[in-house]
Nanobody, 120 residues
Framework: QVQLVESGGGLVQPGGSLRLSCAAS????????MSWYRQAPGEQREPVAA???????TYADSVKGRFTISRDSAKNTVYLQMNSLKPEDTAVYYC??????????????WGQGTQVTVSS
């Protein structure tokens, strides 16, 4: 089994910062890409940022220059540093991992989500 556990969400004022973390554990052989998605009320889930193994990070246009994704491969952990937060960043943020398990089966796994609320 594979589990992704997120942490770091909360309530922050506009212009503030938050750092999300997501740790993957279980029968993991190798993680290819780790990503963050978000889903606002009444909206579809959308990609925010992704960091492939050994590749360049990508970002949604709406967060470029404000958010930074990084990963610690030794800890199977991905981070999302969010600066200059805006009310429109309010959403549930989900971690996603594309990985191979010990049986070399490829799969996509999701975390349970963490709420980020930007409000004064």
């Amino acid at each position: 089994q594979v589990q992704l556990v997120e942490s770091g969400g909360g309530l922050v004022q506009p212009g503030g910062s938050l750092r999300l973390s997501c740790a993957a554990s279980g029968n993991i052989l190798r993680i290819n890409t780790m990503s963050w998605y978000r889903q606002a009320p009444g909206e579809q889930r959308e990609p925010v940022a992704a960091v492939p193994s050994g590749g360049s990070s990508t970002y949604a246009d709406s967060v470029k220059g404000r958010f930074t994704i990084s990963r610690d491969s030794a800890k199977n952990t991905v981070y999302l540093q969010m600066n200059s937060l805006k009310p429109e960043d309010t959403a549930v943020y989900y971690c996603n991992a594309d990985l191979l398990d010990w049986a070399s089966r490829r799969g996509t796994y999701w975390g349970q989500g963490t709420q980020v609320t930007v409000s004064s």
